[in-house]
C-alpha cells in the first residue's frame, strides 16, 4: 500500500486506538517489504516505527492492534525507536546497517545531539560523496553522555526516517582502549580510528643526544630488531614516485633515532589495535584509520614513510591515515597557514600514500575550512576523508538563536563561565576580548556570535559541560531545552545543517549527481 491517504487514515486509527496522537508522518520513510508497510511517525512520546499488514513482524517490539480498513483486517504495530528495535531494522532493512566506506571519497558529519542525521542526508545525497554518518569520538561520547550503540542507533533512526538507500559509514573515533575498541566493535560500527597519541613521544624532537639514545635503545627487547630497524632506513637513500612527484628521503642516524623514539610505540599500539579488531569483528570487512594529527607538530614525510613502511611490514591494512598537516586546524572556524605550503606538503603525502599502494588521507577538525577543500581535492584526486562534529552542534544553537532566545542567552552565558576549563584539551587562539558583549546584543543580532571565529570557539568547546550541566535538583539545564527546541524545529534544523554542509561539499568541488 502507497497510497499517502491510505496510509494516513491507518495510521491515525491505530494511533488512536492505542492511546497515541499523530503529530507527523514521514512519508519519505515508507517502506513495503513481503507485503507489509514500514515508515516513521513522531508522537508525543518520540518518534515511532509503524508496520501493518496481514502480519507484522514478531522482531519489532511495541503494542499491536487489529483495525479494519476498507472491509480488510490489518494488524498494524506501534514500535518505539529503541536500541532492540534500531537492531531488527537493521536486520530487516540493509541499507540502515552501516557499510564500509574503503576508498571512496567520504565526508565524516559527526552529531552530538542524536538530531542531525536527516539534514546530513538532505545535502550529502545529492553529491557524489559517501557519507560517514555514525561518527563519534570516545571524548565525544564521555562529554555528552552517550553510548556508542545510541550513535549508531540515531544515526539508522535519521537513514530510515529518510528512506535514505544510498549506503552510509559509521566511525568509532579517537580509539585509544581496548575497552573502546571492544565496545564499539559490539555496538556495530564498521570504521575505526586508532588514536596512539598516548604512545607518541614529543619529546623525542628536542632531548639531548644521551638521552636519545637511550630512550631509542629501550625499544627493542632483542639487539638483532635494533639492527634490523637501522637498516631499513639508516643513511638510505629513500625513492618514493608518485604521477606527479618524485621524493628522495635520506634519514640520518639522529633523525631515525628521533622518529623512532616519537612514533614507534604508537606504532606498536596502533598494530596491536589493528589485529584486535581483527579478531574480534571475525575477519568481517572494516575501516581502518591511524591518527597522528594529535601533535605538536607537523607530520613529516620521513615520519610518514617510517610509520606507514611499518604498518604495511606488519599486515596493517590502511583505509585513511590523519597526519598532522602544516598551519592549524583550529575548532570551528576557517585553516590558519600558508595554503602554498599546505599545498605542498599535501602533494609530498600524497606521494607517499601513492608509493605504498594508496590509502586516503583523513582530514581531522575539518568543520569550516573552506579554503583548503578546494587543494585537498585536487591533490588527492578525490582520495580523502573528511572529518567534521561540532559545526553540526552549532547549527542546533543556531536554531535556538532563532526560536528561543533566552535559552541561547542563558547558554552563552554559561559557555563563557566554563570556557577556560573546557578549552583545555583543544588547540585554539581565542581572544574572549573581541566578542561583542551579550547585554549589548539584540535579540535580533544574536546570530553573530555564531558566526565570529571567537564567539564560535567558546560555544563549540564548552557542548560538553552544557549538554550535561545539571541543577541542585539534578535535572539538566539546558539538555532538554535544546533537544526540545530542535525536535519542535526539526525542518528548520535540517535546512541550516543542508545548506552548511552543501557549502562544504561544494568548495571542495564535489560533483553533484
Given at each position: 500500500?502507497?497510497?499517502?491517504?491510505?496510509?494516513?487514515?491507518?495510521?491515525?486509527?491505530?494511533?488512536?486506538?492505542?492511546g497515541?496522537?499523530?503529530?507527523?508522518?514521514?512519508?519519505?520513510?515508507?517502506?513495503?517489504l513481503?507485503?507489509?508497510?514500514?515508515?516513521?511517525?513522531?508522537?508525543?512520546?518520540?518518534?515511532?516505527?509503524?508496520?501493518?499488514?496481514?502480519?507484522?513482524?514478531?522482531?519489532?517490539?511495541?503494542?499491536?492492534?487489529?483495525?479494519?480498513?476498507?472491509?480488510?483486517?490489518?494488524?498494524?504495530?506501534?514500535?518505539?525507536?529503541?536500541?532492540?528495535?534500531?537492531?531488527?531494522?537493521?536486520?530487516?532493512?540493509?541499507?540502515?546497517?552501516?557499510?564500509?566506506?574503503?576508498?571512496?571519497?567520504?565526508?565524516?558529519?559527526?552529531?552530538?545531539?542524536?538530531?542531525?542525521?536527516?539534514?546530513?542526508?538532505?545535502?550529502?545525497?545529492?553529491?557524489?560523496?559517501?557519507?560517514?554518518?555514525?561518527?563519534?569520538?570516545?571524548?565525544?561520547?564521555?562529554?555528552?553522555?552517550r553510548?556508542?550503540?545510541?550513535?549508531?542507533?540515531?544515526?539508522?533512526?535519521?537513514?530510515?526516517?529518510?528512506?535514505?538507500?544510498?549506503?552510509?559509514?559509521s566511525?568509532?573515533?579517537?580509539?585509544?582502549?581496548?575497552?573502546?575498541?571492544?565496545?564499539?566493535?559490539?555496538?556495530?560500527?564498521?570504521?575505526?580510528?586508532?588514536?596512539?597519541?598516548?604512545?607518541?613521544?614529543?619529546?623525542?624532537?628536542?632531548?639531548?643526544?644521551?638521552?636519545?639514545?637511550?630512550?631509542?635503545?629501550?625499544?627493542?627487547?632483542?639487539?638483532?630488531?635494533?639492527?634490523?630497524?637501522?637498516?631499513?632506513?639508516?643513511?638510505?637513500?629513500?625513492?618514493?614516485?608518485?604521477?606527479?612527484?618524485?621524493?628522495?628521503?635520506?634519514?640520518?642516524?639522529?633523525?631515525?633515532?628521533?622518529?623512532?623514539?616519537?612514533?614507534?610505540?604508537?606504532?606498536?599500539?596502533?598494530?596491536?589495535?589493528?589485529?584486535?579488531?581483527?579478531?574480534?569483528?571475525?575477519?568481517?570487512?572494516?575501516?581502518?584509520?591511524?591518527?597522528?594529527?594529535?601533535?605538536?607538530?607537523?607530520?613529516?614525510?620521513?615520519?610518514?614513510?617510517?610509520?606507514?613502511?611499518?604498518?604495511?611490514?606488519?599486515g596493517?591494512?590502511?583505509?585513511?591515515?590523519?597526519?598532522?598537516?602544516?598551519?592549524?586546524?583550529?575548532?570551528?572556524?576557517?585553516?590558519i597557514?600558508?595554503?602554498?605550503?599546505?599545498?605542498?606538503?599535501?602533494r609530498?603525502?600524497?606521494?607517499?600514500?601513492?608509493?605504498?599502494?594508496?590509502y586516503?588521507?583523513?582530514?581531522?577538525?575539518?568543520?569550516?575550512?573552506?579554503?583548503?577543500?578546494?587543494?585537498?581535492?585536487?591533490?588527492?584526486?578525490?582520495?580523502?576523508?573528511?572529518?567534521?562534529?561540532?559545526?553540526?552542534?552549532?547549527?542546533?544553537?543556531?536554531?535556538?538563536?532563532?526560536?528561543?532566545?533566552?535559552?541561547?542567552?542563558?547558554?552563552?552565558?554559561f559557555?563563557?563561565?566554563?570556557?577556560?576549563?573546557?578549552?583545555?584539551?583543544?588547540?585554539?587562539?581565542?581572544?574572549?576580548?573581541?566578542?561583542?558583549?551579550?547585554?549589548?546584543?539584540?535579540?535580533?543580532?544574536?546570530?553573530?556570535?555564531?558566526?565570529?571565529?571567537?564567539s564560535?570557539?567558546?560555544?563549540?568547546?564548552?557542548?560538553?559541560?552544557?549538554?550535561?550541566?545539571?541543577?541542585?535538583?539534578?535535572?539538566?539545564?539546558?539538555?532538554?531545552?535544546?533537544?526540545?527546541?530542535?525536535?519542535?524545529?526539526?525542518?528548520?534544523?535540517?535546512?541550516?545543517?543542508?545548506?552548511?554542509?552543501?557549502?562544504?561539499?561544494?568548495?571542495?568541488?564535489?560533483?553533484?549527481?
Amino acid at each position: 500500500m502507497n497510497n499517502s491517504n491510505d496510509i494516513k487514515k491507518i495510521v491515525n486509527t491505530a494511533a488512536s486506538a492505542l492511546g497515541a496522537d499523530v503529530i507527523k508522518i514521514y512519508n519519505q520513510s515508507i517502506q513495503i517489504l513481503d507485503r507489509i508497510t514500514f515508515l516513521m511517525i513522531k508522537t508525543y512520546a518520540g518518534r515511532t516505527i509503524i508496520c501493518f499488514g496481514d502480519n507484522t513482524p514478531e522482531d519489532l517490539l511495541g503494542d499491536e492492534v487489529t483495525i479494519r480498513f476498507n472491509d480488510t483486517s490489518l494488524k498494524v504495530k506501534m514500535c518505539p525507536c529503541i536500541h532492540e528495535n534500531a537492531e531488527s531494522i537493521r536486520k530487516i532493512f540493509k541499507w540502515t546497517s552501516p557499510q564500509c566506506a574503503g576508498l571512496n571519497t567520504s565526508f565524516g558529519a559527526g552529531d552530538r545531539i542524536g538530531l542531525a542525521t536527516p539534514g546530513h542526508i538532505q545535502a550529502f545525497k545529492n553529491y557524489d560523496i559517501f557519507p560517514v554518518l555514525a561518527q563519534q569520538s570516545i571524548r565525544e561520547m564521555s562529554r555528552t553522555i552517550r553510548a556508542a550503540e545510541e550513535v549508531l542507533d540515531d544515526a539508522t533512526w535519521g537513514v530510515f526516517q529518510e528512506g535514505f538507500t544510498g549506503g552510509f559509514g559509521s566511525d568509532a573515533d579517537h580509539l585509544k582502549t581496548e575497552q573502546d575498541i571492544r565496545a564499539t566493535i559490539e555496538a556495530g560500527f564498521t570504521g575505526f580510528t586508532v588514536d596512539p597519541s598516548d604512545h607518541i613521544n614529543n619529546n623525542a624532537d628536542t632531548v639531548d643526544l644521551d638521552e636519545l639514545e637511550n630512550l631509542f635503545v629501550s625499544l627493542f627487547d632483542e639487539n638483532d630488531e635494533l639492527t634490523e630497524f637501522m637498516g631499513q632506513y639508516n643513511g638510505k637513500n629513500i625513492v618514493i614516485n608518485s604521477k606527479d612527484r618524485k621524493l628522495s628521503l635520506q634519514i640520518n642516524d639522529e633523525q631515525l633515532k628521533r622518529l623512532a623514539v616519537k612514533y614507534l610505540p604508537a606504532i606498536r599500539f596502533t598494530i596491536w589495535s589493528y589485529y584486535l579488531i581483527k579478531k574480534l569483528k571475525a575477519d568481517e570487512a572494516f575501516d581502518f584509520e591511524m591518527s597522528v594529527d594529535e601533535t605538536e607538530t607537523p607530520t613529516s614525510i620521513a615520519a610518514h614513510y617510517m610509520i606507514v613502511n611499518e604498518l604495511t611490514q606488519a599486515g596493517v591494512k590502511l583505509a585513511s591515515l590523519a597526519p598532522r598537516f602544516v598551519g592549524e586546524f583550529q575548532k570551528a572556524i576557517d585553516y590558519i597557514g600558508d595554503l602554498n605550503e599546505f599545498r605542498e606538503q599535501l602533494r609530498d603525502h600524497v606521494a607517499v600514500s601513492e608509493f605504498f599502494g594508496q590509502y586516503k588521507l583523513s582530514i581531522h577538525s575539518g568543520s569550516d575550512k573552506f579554503s583548503i577543500f578546494p587543494i585537498v581535492n585536487q591533490v588527492t584526486n578525490g582520495l580523502f576523508h573528511e572529518k567534521t562534529a561540532g559545526t553540526s552542534y552549532l547549527e542546533a544553537l543556531r536554531v535556538i538563536c532563532r526560536y528561543d532566545t533566552k535559552l541561547f542567552r542563558e547558554i552563552f552565558l554559561f559557555a563563557l563561565k566554563k570556557f577556560e576549563k573546557e578549552r583545555y584539551s583543544y588547540h585554539i587562539t581565542t581572544d574572549l576580548s573581541r566578542i561583542p558583549r551579550l547585554e549589548k546584543l539584540a535579540d535580533s543580532q544574536l546570530e553573530i556570535l555564531l558566526n565570529g571565529n571567537d564567539s564560535r570557539q567558546v560555544l563549540h568547546v564548552t557542548f560538553g559541560a552544557i549538554l550535561t550541566a545539571k541543577d541542585k535538583d539534578d535535572e539538566y539545564l539546558f539538555r532538554e531545552q535544546i533537544l526540545n527546541v530542535i525536535d519542535i524545529h526539526e525542518e528548520e534544523y535540517y535546512k541550516v545543517l543542508t545548506k552548511l554542509f552543501c557549502a562544504h561539499l561544494d568548495a571542495f568541488g564535489i560533483n553533484k549527481k
